[in-house]
């Protein structure tokens, strides 16, 4: 049993709406999940019982179709488990959410958007905008890192011109530094949007991965 932090409706939406029909059937048996509970079609009323049905389903799914790798060597699906800190931004329920945490020399930045936290509820009327693209990672990431002016010591050395790539990267690690408070023990499932390798100013290689969570979930003893 998990005690989940953040499910990503929309993309939860997304995936289950892709799998055959006759598919379905099949994993409904092996994950246990009533058809009538969860339905065929999108349900605009979806109880958490229905949510949490579609995610078993999805998640068997990804297993068995997908090359699911650990975030220490990420391909396009990973999971991992580390400690996680959460910072939302802005005072918008559709504003963006980050989620970083460090397990040895791999840094992890989940970023999705704040509406999908547990206990988070917005209206159905309201514009939802997806926090999930690259293009809107830079540019929150670039704000996030200039709010905190950051200038503790051994911070990442600036290169004379770095890559968009490897600029990113490098404030993805300042924001996970600046980040501040006690995280949590979590497990996840991500969609990688990003990843690379960054030195610091000790010479240590860091492995960066920027992803896009389905779910994150309170890691078990």
Not at 71 to 77: K, L, T, V, Y
Request: with cysteine; net charge neutral; glycine share 10%.
């Amino acid at each position: 049993m998990r005690y989940y932090a953040y499910v990503s409706e929309a993309k939860l939406d997304m995936l289950f709406g892709q799998i055959p029909p006759k598919l379905l059937s099949v994993l409904r048996a092996e994950v246990k999940v009533d058809l009538k509970v969860v339905g065929l079609t999108v349900q605009k009323d979806r109880t958490e019982a229905d949510m949490y049905g579609r995610l078993a389903i999805v998640e068997t799914y990804l297993d068995r179709n997908h090359d699911i790798s650990w975030m220490s060597e990420p391909s396009a699906w990973f999971r991992g488990e580390c400690e996680l800190r959460t910072s939302a931004y802005g005072a918008s329920p559709d504003g963006p959410v980050f989620m970083m945490g460090q397990e040895g020399d791999t840094v992890v930045a989940l970023i999705g958007s704040a509406r999908h936290l547990h206990g988070q509820r917005v209206s159905p009327e309201s514009s939802v905008v997806g926090h999930s693209m690259l293009p809107a990672l830079f540019r929150l990431v670039q704000q996030a890192v200039d709010d905190r002016l950051l200038t503790a010591p051994g911070g990442i050395p600036r290169r004379e011109s770095p890559s968009e790539t490897e600029q990113m990267l490098r404030q993805v690690v300042q924001l996970g530094r600046g980040l501040r408070g006690p995280g949590e023990p979590s497990e996840f499932l991500a969609r990688r949007l990003l990843s690379g390798v960054v030195t610091d100013a000790q010479g240590r290689q860091l492995n960066v991965v920027v992803g896009t969570p389905l779910f994150v979930a309170l890691a078990g003893e």
